[in-house]
């Protein structure tokens, strides 16, 4: 890897800032005085100091977001903020994207990663991994519903959903509204509000509650994240393959 890359990745900017720090400040590889973004060096054994402190190279960082409405999951779009956007510039240095989408007016838990292996395994419909939202529905939500979740619903995919649990936290018979709160283990398109849909109701607001067994932190307001913690990490890998957890 690149000098000025791995002090980018690291938190010391963008290349422009990092040329700076490269330029005023003492950065040391294995000892020697180095000015030079462009030379390579080996993140695991080169040691590299920046004013006398040695820079810990991490490979994969790990963020959850609570999303809030009108970003999209995207890493670049031309009309609208991204997710990407919520992030400080140091963070974003490390190229994270969002696994998997929700929706532009979803609300809740993404996971934000540079670690591809990872990503494509919690997506991976093989893995089933458990995802839970909380919706406000306009309808009056059944247990005819809760039988229909459980037993997979069709909604016009190649095959029909995986069963689903349904929980009714609330009705309110006058707005003619449901609070609900479903566990599904897949990431199908829109997968909430057409299995919704499909049994007549409209979901009027959407929050990803959890993911993999890892709940959103009740202290993230709508936009902020935070790094997962050790144990979280350790959670969400062993919701995977004994492969994954090689890291
Ligand atoms: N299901 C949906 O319909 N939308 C989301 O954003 C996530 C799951």
């Known amino acids: 890897m690149r000098l000025d890359k791995f002090l980018s990745h690291t938190g010391f900017g963008s290349r ?10 003492q950065v040391t590889l294995n000892g020697e005085i180095v000015k030079d973004g462009k030379l390579v060096i080996d993140e695991k054994k080169d040691v590299i100091c920046v004013n006398g402190v040695v820079v810990m190279y991490q490979k994969f960082v790990y963020f959850m977001l609570n999303k809030p409405k009108d970003v999209v999951s995207a890493t670049q779009d031309n009309q609208h903020r991204t997710v990407i956007d919520l992030l400080s510039d140091k963070d974003r240095a490390h190229d994270v994207f969002p696994v998997g989408r929700l929706d532009k007016d979803t609300t809740g838990f993404l996971l934000l990663t540079n670690d591809g292996e990872l990503a494509h395994q919690l997506l991976s419909p ?3 991994v458990p995802k839970s939202y909380q919706a406000l529905v306009a309808g009056i939500m059944t247990a ?3 039988a229909i979740f459980k037993a997979g619903v069709d909604i016009g995919e190649e095959k029909i959903c995986l069963p689903a649990n349904l929980e009714i936290l609330k009705v309110d018979l006058d707005k003619e509204q449901t609070l609900i709160r479903l566990e599904i283990m897949e990431g199908k398109f829109h997968q909430v509000k057409r299995m919704v ?5 409209e979901v009027l607001e959407l ?5 993999g067994g890892l709940a959103l932190d009740p202290k993230l307001k709508l936009g902020k994240y935070r790094e997962l913690l050790n144990e979280e990490q350790a959670e969400l890998f062993s ?3 004994d492969k994954s957890q090689k890291k």
């Open 16 to 25: 422009k800032e990092v040329k700076q720090v490269l330029k005023s400040r």
């Open 207 to 211: 929050e990803r509650l959890s993911m």
């Open 144 to 146: 005819a519903d809760q």
């Open 197 to 201: 849909k499909k049994v007549g109701k």
């Open 126 to 128: 093989k893995k089933k």
């Open 239 to 241: 919701k995977l393959s």
